[in-house]
């Protein structure tokens, strides 16, 4: 069964340190996967989307790495602001149409002063 | 802002009823999808329209339809509400159909059903 579990359910860190975010999936074929910020009660916002070629993919203080072999990602969080609290959401595309986009529940992260 | 538009922003109705969501996708999008995010959920794919013509579907209920126009506008037509029905329904936009492309997200119409 296709599957994208996330790690931790949530997180509360102070403003200023890092955190990372843990994905394993288990969708097979694999297109690409991608990762969301989605805001309380607002849409999904892309992060990053990488490919099976591709390893690791920076958008700011956004860092996402993908291991294909071990079906498994991360995303890093640098220096992290008050804004950055959210959901994050780790999406796997098992190819062809984007109806094949498999989601996971997300990682609430509540950035703390 | 995305620039998919999704009204109403919110909508409260009682069970047995009938709602229309509206979508309009971001400009030179051909590709539009619908999202039902209930509390506590991931998103699931309810189905995917691709220049006015169904392209995928997804755990749609029957009681549910939907529908994309000549203008590339879609709707959401929910019909025999219940209770379980309250969520988040998200519309999303593409250029391609395929699952390569970035996918743009409205925000959302928040639907109760008391």
């Known amino acids: 069964k296709n599957q994208v579990e996330q790690s931790p359910q949530s997180l509360i860190i102070l403003e200023g340190k890092n955190c990372t975010l843990q994905?394993?999936?288990?969708?097979?074929?694999?297109?690409?996967l991608r990762w969301y910020k989605q805001d309380t009660g607002r849409g999904p916002v892309s992060l990053t989307i990488m490919t099976f070629s591709e390893n690791t993919k920076s958008n700011g203080r956004y860092t996402a790495t993908l291991d294909a072999d071990t079906k498994q990602s991360s995303l890093h969080i640098t220096a992290s602001q008050l804004s950055d609290s959210a959901s994050y959401i780790c999406v796997v595309s098992g190819g062809g149409s984007q109806g094949n986009l498999i989601f996971g529940k997300g990682t609430k992260l509540s950035v703390k002063p | 802002d995305s620039g998919v538009t999704q009204t109403p922003k919110h909508l409260i109705t009682a069970t047995g009823q009938r709602v229309t969501l509206r979508c309009s996708p971001r400009?030179?999008?051909?590709?539009v999808y619908w999202y039902q995010q209930s509390l506590d959920q991931g998103l699931q794919f309810l189905i995917q329209y691709y220049n006015g013509e169904e392209r995928a579907k997804g755990n749609i209920l029957e009681r549910f339809s939907a529908q994309q126009f000549p203008d590339l506008h879609s709707e959401l037509n929910l019909s025999s509400l219940e209770l379980g029905d309250s969520a988040l329904y998200f519309c999303a936009s593409s250029v391609i159909q395929t699952n390569t492309g970035e996918l743009f997200f409205g925000e959302g119409s928040r639907l109760t059903v008391l």
């Open positions: 994905c394993n999936y288990t969708v097979s074929p694999f297109s690409n």
């Open positions: 400009s030179g999008d051909l590709s």
